[in-house]
């Protein structure tokens, strides 16, 4: 076999794959998979917390590990808003426990 056909599958490869980015493989070693799963978890808690009619809600700090583990962080103005912040969170479809680092200054 030429040795010029043992690079085309590599190269075709390269292209059709999409490169992950920097630190796509958490520091406990998941998967990329996992990675994806947790930033889409982070994204739709979001979401959801910038539409809500409360403005500081939207200015909380999401961040999911552990295939949805969900730390909520930043400042609230009531209990009441801590509450909605974390009901929002476990409304979401793969959230297995929700943290809340909430303050209320």
Request: with cysteine.
């Given at each position: 076999?030429?040795?010029?056909?043992l690079?085309?599958?590599?190269?075709?490869?390269m292209l059709?794959c999409?490169?992950l980015p920097l630190g796509?493989?958490?520091?406990?070693?998941a998967?990329?998979?996992a990675?994806?799963?947790?930033?889409v978890?982070?994204?739709q808690?979001?979401?959801k917390l910038t539409?809500?009619?409360?403005?500081s809600?939207?200015?909380i700090?999401?961040?999911t590990?552990?295939?949805?583990e969900?730390?909520l962080?930043?400042n609230?103005?009531?209990q009441?808003?801590?509450a909605?912040a974390?009901?929002l969170?476990?409304?979401?479809?793969?959230?297995t426990?929700?943290?809340?680092?909430?303050?209320?200054?």
């Amino acid at each position: 076999m030429p040795r010029r056909s043992l690079y085309w599958p590599l190269l075709v490869a390269m292209l059709v794959c999409p490169a992950l980015p920097l630190g796509a493989v958490e520091a406990d070693g998941a998967h990329p998979g996992a990675f994806i799963q947790n930033s889409v978890i982070s994204t739709q808690i979001r979401a959801k917390l910038t539409q809500s009619k409360i403005a500081s809600l939207a200015h909380i700090q999401v961040q999911t590990e552990n295939l949805g583990e969900v730390t909520l962080i930043g400042n609230v103005t009531s209990q009441e808003e801590a509450a909605q912040a974390i009901a929002l969170a476990w409304s979401i479809a793969g959230v297995t426990r929700v943290n809340s680092l909430l303050v209320i200054p």
